[in-house]
């Protein structure tokens, strides 16, 4: 089984401040890694995700992510936040094999302020 | 082009009371999986239907069902409502060929069961 730890439930951060949302996974067979977004009263937005080859994966949004298989890491960055980016982020693995079934982290609230 | 599309958007219910929740995947898509998000935590899988029938299951009781019809919407039904079923319930689609693991979710419905 898979399982996904997000080591931040809240993260406050300033206007034009860079933001890093720090995820953790554990699987004993290859997966696929994801962030997505959630904004208020919506569904889910892929912001970017990890399949294979480059370890560093560019997303929508100025957000990137770099995948670590030695320390099982999957941590999102952004070097500049806006208000907009107030939001629930959540990290997701998914075995390579597996169609659509997601195990999503608790999520990390992320709040700009001016 | 359309994306997921969930009915309704929010509902009330009482224990006791039988539920169900529509969803119409994105155009080409013919795989759709169902998610519980309790409030303040990550969204967690309930089952997966392709080609009509249930291809994955989460870790729900019997009391979840859901059905996949020939043009590839499906139904999430839920019997005997409890008050912890109280949750956004959410539809993602994806191609079942193609093994991205990527999802793309609608916006949600909403049951409060009182």
């Known amino acids: 089984a898979q399982s996904v730890t997000q080591l931040d439930s809240q993260v406050p951060v300033f206007e034009e401040a860079p933001v890093e949302l720090r995820c953790n996974y554990s699987?004993?067979?290859?997966?696929?890694l994801f962030w997505y977004v959630q904004y208020p009263n919506q569904g889910l937005q892929l912001l970017l995700k990890?399949?294979?080859?480059?370890?560093l994966v560019k997303g929508i949004n100025g957000f990137e992510a770099e995948f670590n298989k030695s320390q099982t890491s999957f941590h999102l960055r952004k070097p500049s936040v806006h208000i907009s980016d107030t939001a629930e982020y959540f990290c997701?693995?998914?075995?390579?094999?597996?169609?659509?079934?997601?195990?999503f982290g608790a999520g990390t609230q992320v709040v700009v302020t001016p | 082009d359309a994306g997921v599309t969930q009915s309704p958007t929010h509902l009330i219910k009482t224990r006791g009371q039988q539920v169900t929740l529509r969803c119409s995947p994105k155009?080409?898509?013919?795989?759709v999986s169902w998610y519980q998000q309790a409030l303040g935590q990550g969204p967690q899988f309930i089952f997966q239907y392709y080609e009509e029938e249930e291809r994955q299951r989460g870790n729900f009781p019997d009391r979840f069902s859901g059905h996949q019809f020939p043009n590839y919407s499906s139904e999430l039904n839920v019997n005997a409502l409890l008050l912890g079923d109280s949750a956004l319930y959410l539809c993602a689609s994806t191609e079942g060929g193609r093994n991205t693991g990527e999802l793309f979710f609608g916006e949600g419905s909403r049951l409060t069961v009182l």
């Open positions: 990890y399949l294979s080859g480059s370890t």
């Open positions: 699987s004993s067979v290859s997966v696929y």
């Open positions: 155009s080409g898509h013919d795989t």
């Open positions: 997701a693995v998914t075995r390579t094999d597996s169609w659509g079934k997601l195990q």
